[in-house]
């Protein structure tokens, strides 16, 4: 009975303080950044003489989700947001006595954008309108090196292969180009393989919304790479890192999954990739046709409100099936070395039976031909089993062959963000890789 109660009693302590850590995490939302999964907004609020305006009532709100922060100037006019959802925002400032101003500014990923405000002095119900489309080109609140790629430079920029989001790495200033790495049951998201600022590719770090994506067996590769049209924007950063972005010598690259928002939103894609799209290999004979190789690539995204202000989603599908010719040559033994005779090689043959344990004295078999007595019978069923060569008058790459390669590949990313308050926000993903792949074996089904 004391076991039980002891046991009971460690239970219920560690529920207490797992709700104890729930609870302070909650109540200070305000402290905590989470800047690696959001951006951040922040700026000064003046006067036309550039004094300080304190007490100014300063509103941003998300135009996709129709969120809204508010916030009130310190004493030296100074306002802050952090962990701001990233996209299209709408920052208003008012102050009585003053214009009600208001501006367009946009959000990216692990990013500070700043929006300073001069206000006018000017009528209760008069109002100055900024628009800026475009995002800061110049990060001046942060010291680190830094690049993003958002959605629309994924999707429509040319991404061979895969149409892996990786393969615009090689874009960018101080990495190699990607490439792949490993065989498909090894690396089935085909995850590619860099190396940033001549550091180590196994010192780089990718976070899926925050998570990282180390393959622990392998880590210069990532375990998991979503679809391209789920991708909202690719945050890479090289040098400088903060503190928050650790585990990283190379690069720190944060990848964001698109949220929905209030309107729905959907998209189709289908690609295609044949080999009669292909230039024929260099070495192919006259009047063949290139072997067979055709990639498909569809799927599709679905988007919008479950409550709206309060509640999305998302979901993308991305299925890729492979058809191709494989083929190969490799060196299996000639008719005459499987009768026992070596004689096509110049290196003598000894006989396992004879010498001295250290190897020496040993004797060759005469004319290098073994004995038939001497051959196994497990290695006479083997070469009776095995195919013979294709090309009999050499030892090395002499026996060719090919055969019908099938891969097939899913991928499923999902999203649900709920707006709690404007101080809480929750997310939950769920993505999901399926593989099958079909690759013939060098002899067929006999071995």
């Given at each position: 009975?004391?076991?039980?109660?002891?046991?009971?009693?460690?239970?219920?302590?560690?529920?207490?303080?797992?709700?104890?850590?729930?609870?302070?995490?909650?109540?200070?939302?305000?402290?905590?950044?989470?800047?690696?999964?959001?951006?951040?907004?922040?700026?000064?609020?003046?006067?036309?003489?550039?004094?300080?305006?304190?007490?100014?009532?300063?509103?941003?709100?998300?135009?996709?989700?129709?969120?809204?922060?508010?916030?009130?100037?310190?004493?030296?006019?100074?306002?802050?947001?952090?962990?701001?959802?990233?996209?299209?925002?709408?920052?208003?400032?008012?102050?009585?006595?003053?214009?009600?101003?208001?501006?367009?500014?946009?959000?990216?990923?692990?990013?500070?954008?700043?929006?300073?405000?001069?206000?006018?002095?000017?009528?209760?119900?008069?109002?100055?309108?900024?628009?800026?489309?475009?995002?800061?080109?110049?990060?001046?609140?942060?010291?680190?090196?830094?690049?993003?790629?958002?959605?629309?430079?994924?999707?429509?920029l040319p991404?061979?292969?895969?149409?892996?989001?990786?393969?615009?790495?090689?874009?960018?200033?101080?990495?190699?180009?990607?490439?792949?790495?490993?065989?498909?049951?090894?690396?089935?998201?085909?995850?590619?393989?860099?190396?940033?600022?001549?550091?180590?590719?196994?010192?780089?770090?990718?976070?899926?919304?925050?998570?990282?994506?180390?393959?622990?067996?392998?880590?210069?590769?990532?375990?998991?790479?979503?679809?391209?049209?789920?991708?909202?924007?690719?945050?890479?950063?090289?040098?400088?890192?903060?503190a928050e972005?650790?585990?990283?010598?190379?690069?720190?690259?944060?990848?964001?999954?698109?949220?929905?928002?209030?309107?729905?939103?959907?998209?189709?894609?289908?690609?295609?990739?044949?080999?009669?799209?292909?230039?024929?290999?260099?070495?192919?004979?006259?009047g063949e046709?290139?072997?067979?190789?055709?990639?498909?690539?569809?799927?599709?995204?679905?988007?919008?409100?479950?409550?709206?202000?309060?509640?999305?989603?998302?979901?993308?599908?991305?299925?890729?099936?492979?058809?191709?010719?494989?083929?190969?040559?490799?060196?299996?033994?000639?008719?005459?070395?499987?009768?026992?005779?070596?004689?096509?090689?110049?290196?003598?043959?000894?006989?396992?039976?004879?010498?001295?344990?250290?190897?020496?004295?040993?004797?060759?078999?005469?004319?290098?031909?073994?004995?038939?007595?001497?051959?196994?019978?497990?290695?006479?069923?083997?070469?009776?089993?095995?195919?013979?060569?294709?090309?009999?008058?050499?030892?090395?790459?002499?026996?060719?062959?090919?055969?019908?390669?099938?891969?097939?590949?899913?991928?499923?990313?999902?999203?649900?963000?709920?707006?709690?308050?404007?101080?809480?926000?929750?997310?939950?993903?769920?993505?999901?890789?399926?593989?099958?792949?079909?690759?013939?074996?060098?002899?067929?089904?006999?071995?």
């Open positions: 009975m004391v076991k039980e109660h002891r046991a009971s009693f460690t239970t219920y302590r560690c529920v207490v303080l797992a709700a104890v850590a729930v609870i302070l995490a909650v109540s200070s939302q305000s402290a905590l950044k989470a800047q690696v999964l959001y951006g951040s907004i922040t700026g000064n609020v003046q006067d036309r003489t550039h004094a300080a305006v304190p007490g100014a009532e300063v509103t941003i709100t998300h135009a996709d989700t129709g969120r809204v922060r508010t916030a009130v100037t310190n004493d030296a006019g100074r306002y802050d947001f952090s962990t701001v959802q990233t996209g299209a925002w709408t920052l208003k400032v008012g102050m009585p006595g003053f214009d009600v101003y208001e501006e367009k500014i946009n959000v990216a990923l692990n990013s500070v954008t700043r929006a300073d405000v001069h206000l006018e002095v000017g009528g209760v119900a008069e109002s100055l309108t900024v628009t800026s489309g475009a995002s800061t080109l110049l990060q001046t609140d942060r010291a680190e090196v830094r690049a993003e790629l958002p959605s629309k430079e994924i999707e429509d991404v061979p292969g895969a149409r892996n989001y990786q393969t615009l790495f090689g874009t960018l200033p101080g990495f190699t180009t990607p490439v792949n790495a490993h065989s498909v049951p090894t690396n089935p998201s085909r995850a590619l393989q860099f190396n940033v600022n001549g550091t180590s590719a196994s010192s780089n770090d990718i976070r899926i919304d925050g998570a990282s994506q180390f393959d622990i067996w392998l880590p210069h590769i990532t375990v998991y790479i979503p679809s391209l049209e789920a991708i909202e924007t690719v945050n890479v950063v090289t040098n400088s890192f903060d972005q650790g585990l990283a010598g190379g690069a720190a690259i944060n990848v964001q999954i698109k949220s929905g928002t209030n309107d729905y939103h959907g998209s189709g894609f289908w690609y295609n990739s044949n080999n009669g799209l292909m230039a024929k290999p260099f070495f192919l004979p006259p046709r290139n072997p067979k190789y055709i990639v498909n690539q569809y799927g599709g995204t679905l988007g919008g409100p479950i409550v709206r202000d309060k509640v999305f989603f998302f979901a993308s599908y991305e299925s890729t099936p492979e058809r191709s010719f494989a083929s190969t040559l490799a060196d299996i033994p000639t008719t005459a070395m499987r009768n026992g005779d070596m004689t096509g090689t110049d290196r003598p043959i000894y006989d396992p039976l004879t010498g001295n344990p250290d190897g020496s004295g040993r004797i060759p078999f005469p004319n290098n031909i073994i004995p038939q007595e001497r051959i196994h019978p497990i290695a006479k069923q083997i070469f009776d089993l095995m195919p013979a060569p294709t090309f009999e008058d050499t030892l090395t790459n002499n026996f060719y062959v090919g055969g019908r390669y099938a891969y097939d590949r899913s991928v499923l990313d999902s999203k649900v963000d709920w707006h709690i308050t404007d101080k809480l926000n929750m997310y939950g993903r769920f993505s999901v890789l399926r593989f099958e792949m079909l690759a013939p074996t060098l002899f067929g089904e006999s071995l």
